[in-house]
């Protein structure tokens, strides 16, 4: 069983920072690559952002470039969204996917931002920004 756990959300006030973080674990489970979507009440969810696994190639959607960063650490087996300048429209639950693939798989990033192409998402955690 493949198990995908979001943390690090709060509550931040506008122009703060806040870091998520994501781990995805399994006794046979390895990830291709991983990203990160939100979900705003009313809304549908939408790509935030996208990292490879073999190479760590990084894809971003037009409202959080420039604010937010994707990153991995190779030995933990984590993502991380690092979200700086936030602002209160940055308001949602946040989510991890994880494609289940080898992670020396090619990964095409137009795949990243497809929310049917992940296998595993996590629970998600709240980020609310205050204005």
């Known amino acids: 069983q493949v198990h995908v756990v979001e943390s690090g959300g709060g509550l931040v006030q506008a122009g703060g920072s806040l870091r998520l973080s994501c781990a995805a674990s399994g006794r046979t489970f390895s990830s291709a690559a991983m990203g990160w979507f939100r979900q705003a009440p009313g809304k549908e969810r939408e790509f935030v952002a996208g990292i490879t696994w073999r190479v760590g190639t990084t894809s971003y959607a037009d409202s959080v470039k420039g604010r937010f960063t994707i990153s991995r650490d190779n030995a933990k087996n984590m993502v991380y969204l690092q979200m700086n300048s936030l602002k209160p429209e940055d308001t949602a639950v946040y989510y991890c996917?994880?494609?289940?693939?080898?992670?020396?798989?090619?990964?095409?990033?137009?795949?990243?931002?497809?929310?049917?192409?992940?296998?595993?998402w996590g629970q998600g955690t709240q980020v609310t920004v205050s204005s």
């Open positions: 996917a994880a494609k289940g693939r080898p992670q020396t798989s090619v990964v095409e990033v137009f795949r990243l931002p497809v929310p049917g192409w992940y296998d595993y």
